[in-house]
């Protein structure tokens, strides 16, 4: 699986380098104040890739340590329970039934 991710990252990133090779050109950017900035169009469109995947990954994050918490208390719970020693449940008795065969 690391070895797909590391595979599909690449040609991203090899993709994303061809992008920026073809489009190294500078786009005016209008500011607030009134003012206006010339930035490469490459360094744009990084900067808007990370700041959409950037909170995501705090989300993924904060829900990985929020498991790992999780996990660790349910382990905990059941080393406790196993420290306890086995509980034996009490043996089910059955009446015993009389029982004819049908003829």
Do not use: C
């Amino acid at each position: 699986m690391k070895a797909l991710k590391l595979i599909v990252f690449g040609a991203l990133f090899a993709l994303f380098v061809l992008f920026a090779f073809n489009n190294w050109v500078r786009v005016p950017i209008d500011l607030p104040d009134g003012s206006k900035v010339l930035i490469f169009l490459p360094i744009i469109v990084l900067i808007s890739i990370l700041v959409g995947w950037l909170p995501m990954l705090l989300v993924h994050i904060a829900s990985r340590s929020t498991w790992r918490r999780r996990t660790a208390r349910v382990e905990r719970l059941l080393d406790e329970a196993q420290a306890t020693g086995p509980r034996v449940a009490p043996p089910i008795v059955v009446p015993p039934t009389s029982f004819t065969p049908a003829a």
